[in-house]
């Protein structure tokens, strides 16, 4: 004692929880699980759907069997989420990403966060998990929405189905106009989520962060096996693009989206995986991929791995907002990706897959 004041204590060092390691995701649907229903995508709207609706169940159809309860508040955290196909990163695999979700609803409460579907905003959920577990890896996958992905895709299908006109000249102002306020949502995601992590006890070593791109559901018009004119586009492959559309969204806007978030990983010093090629020759309507038929079952090797627009003119199987997500298939694919991305402990990379391969043809490239 000096002075009559007691010696201040030595500050303690920051330490992360002792509990079971775990791999988290957070963000939108492409990473919440969104489409992991369908294996591949039919034109029968009977039955199985050509053994393609894992929902079935003999008489009628519950979605909750792969997304399980979220099926209700419409998160679809599906049983084949990327953070699930990827069980060798950590011992506990724990989703918190929701379809739909803008970078809003990520930011903690306290900080202008927004609940979602009946859920608190995702960086308070992580809160929770990361005093309870021992968190190893962080996954992010967001800003789709805040860009209006859904927008983009609805106006491309009215402007082949209704007016006949080619959307990605509007489209493209859309997406630079909204490109700004997007990423700096998704800068102030990945704030968050450290935040949240220093709250806890984490050091920034204690844990890796990952922040990914999304795919392309459509091929380039070179790639489409279905023609530009007539109805096959709508009523049988469920792709209504015109080929100049198709062309914008696989050969520009997903790569400048790419480009956007990989500029945003760097500032903040985090860890990018790209995946704007991952379906590459899997796409919807894809020359490369086929549906499947009664005497050829859903195949990874030979199907397309993300769902078709669903809701158009052919069918009315599953729910809209699965339509050009990654499905049973991509899912695998995406849990792949994230297995190889945890044995690389720095650096960006591309994943990719291999042509007449599943999953297990699933390769990084350096970006």
Known sequence: MAGGLLAAAPARAATAPSGPTASVTLGDSYISGEAGRWKGNSADSTGGRTGTDRAWTGSSYDPSLVYGTTAASGCDRSDV??????????????????????????????NGGQAYKG?????????????????KLITLSIGG?????????????????????????????????????AMAGVGKAIDEIRAVMANAGYAQGDYRLVLQSYPSPIPRSAEMRYPESGWSRSDTGGCPFWNGDADWARDSM????????????AGKGVQF??????????EVCSTSAQQPTASTPPSAT??????FLDGGLNTTQGALQESMHPNYYGQQALG???????????????????????ASGMYLTAR
């Open 81 to 110: 989420a990327e953070v699930l196909g990827a069980p060798t990163v950590a011992q506990k695999q724990i989703n918190l990403a929701c379809s739909g979700a803008v970078t809003a609803n990520v930011f903690r409460a306290s």
């Open 145 to 181: 929405n805040d860009l209006g992905f859904s927008d983009v895709i609805s106006t491309c299908v009215q402007d082949y189905l209704v007016w006949y006109s080619y959307c990605h000249g509007s489209q493209q102002s859309a997406i630079d106009a909204k490109m700004p306020a």
């Open 302 to 307: 030979t199907g397309e791995w993300a769902r």
């Open 273 to 282: 995986l790209d995946l704007s090629n991952l379906l590459q020759g899997h």
């Open 254 to 265: 997903v790569p400048q989206i790419s480009t956007a978030l990989a500029g945003v990983a």
């Open 119 to 135: 859920e608190a905003p995702q960086a308070d959920q992580l809160a929770t998990v990361a005093a309870q577990n021992n968190v």
């Open 336 to 358: 792949s990706c994230l297995t190889l991305l945890w044995a690389k402990p720095s650096g960006n990379y591309a994943c990719r897959n291999t042509a007449g391969r599943d």
